[in-house]
């Protein structure tokens, strides 16, 4: 079985400062690893995911997540953040294997203030 | 590519009735769906695991009489909440896991299904 933690449950930041959301896994086989961000009322759209290769994926809107597998981590990282950034974001992981489901951490809420 | 829909987006209900969800793949195939409730503030807790053609499987905990699930096409899965009760009311999400991904198993999420239960 595989698990996440979301070491954050919020994040406030003032725009334009980076940011980065922590995410460790820990998993007995190989994983896939994803970050999804949920705006209010709406379902999940995937930023970013890590499924094998370079260890440094970029995503959309400017998010990036370096993957380290010693560390068992995959943070989110982005290095200016606007308003409309502001919403929940979840990392999941999956393992290996066709049509397994994804485990999800419990969320971090990134509020930026003006 | 790859968008899922949910119908409706939200639904208000009297207490005992049941509610019927659908969720639908536009422009993939999807044999696997995952049915997800989502409380005010909270992760997603995987519900049920819908496969095309055959029965679902139940997360530990979900009454499978009470959340029917049924995937009919390789485009369409249904959750009803049967006798629904207010500590139902929730936000109910599905994702679906596009057929030709291979070993990859990234899986696109609809918008979501806000229920009321009154």
């Known amino acids: 079985a595989q698990s996440v933690t979301q070491l954050d449950s919020q994040v406030p930041v003032f725009e334009e400062a980076p940011v980065e959301l922590r995410c460790n896994y820990s998993?007995?086989?190989?994983?896939?690893l994803f970050w999804y961000v949920q705006y209010p009322n709406q379902g999940l759209q995937l930023l970013l995911k890590y499924l094998s290769g370079s260890t440094l994926v970029k995503g959309i809107n400017g998010f990036e997540a370096e993957f380290n597998k010693s560390q068992t981590s995959f943070h989110l990282r982005k290095p200016s953040v606007h308003i409309s950034d502001t919403a929940e974001y979840f990392c999941?992981?999956?393992?290996?294997?066709?049509?397994?489901?994804?485990?999800f951490g419990e969320g971090t809420q990134l509020t930026v203030n003006p | 590519g790859a968008v899922v829909s949910q119908h409706p987006s939200w639904v208000i209900c009297k207490s005992g009735t049941s509610v019927k969800i659908e969720c639908r793949s536009l422009d993939f195939q999807a044999t696997t769906m995952f049915w997800y409730r989502q409380f005010p503030k909270q992760s997603l807790m995987l519900m049920a695991t819908?496969?095309?053609?055959?029965?679902?499987?139940?997360e530990q905990g979900v009454e499978k009489d009470k959340f029917l699930i049924n995937h009919a096409s390789l485009t369409l899965s249904t959750l009803t909440v049967t006798s629904a009760h207010p500590e139902d009311s929730s936000f109910y999400i599905c994702s679906a896991r596009d057929s030709t991904s291979g070993d990859y198993n990234e899986q696109f999420f609809g918008p979501g299904t806000r229920l009321t239960v009154l």
């Open positions: 819908s496969n095309e053609g055959s029965k679902a499987t139940y």
């Open positions: 998993s007995s086989v190989s994983v896939y």
């Open positions: 999941a992981v999956g393992r290996k294997t066709s049509g397994s489901r994804l485990t």
